[in-house]
């Protein structure tokens, strides 16, 4: 069983920048690619960004590219997201999740398991 518990969310004016953390439990996270997704009301959760297990290889979004800049370290089982240039638009609940199997990186359904969230509130 792995835990994940989310934190560094908040209110930001855009053109600011925040820092999510996710702090995971449970001896799969070295051997795990880690991701991060977001939501908003009445839409699918969308993938943002995620991490091989060594963190040798990223991957994001094309909305986020550029801005977001996900990271890990492996001695304190945690994953991070910096977002910087934040829009309106990066408005939602941030999630992190664990994959432990291998490949589909940007599909939701992959991912094993995930932390409860956490709001990330842009305003313009």
């Known amino acids: 069983q792995v835990q994940l518990v989310e934190s560094g969310g908040g209110l930001v004016q855009a053109g600011g920048s925040l820092r999510l953390s996710c702090a995971a439990s449970g001896r799969t996270f070295s051997s795990s690619t880690m991701g991060w997704f977001r939501q908003t009301p009445g839409k699918e959760r969308e993938f943002v960004a995620a991490?091989?297990?060594?963190?040798?290889?990223?991957f994001y979004a094309d909305s986020v590219k550029g801005r977001f800049t996900i990271s890990r370290d492996n001695a304190k089982n945690t994953v991070y997201l910096q977002m910087n240039s934040l829009k309106p638009e990066d408005t939602a609940v941030y999630y992190c999740?664990?994959?432990?199997?291998?490949?589909?990186?940007?599909?939701?359904?992959?991912?094993?398991?995930w932390g409860q969230g956490t709001q990330v509130t842009v305003s313009s």
């Open positions: 999740a664990v994959k432990t199997s291998v490949g589909f990186i940007r599909e939701p359904s992959k991912y094993d398991y």
């Open positions: 991490i091989s297990r060594s963190g040798g290889y990223e």
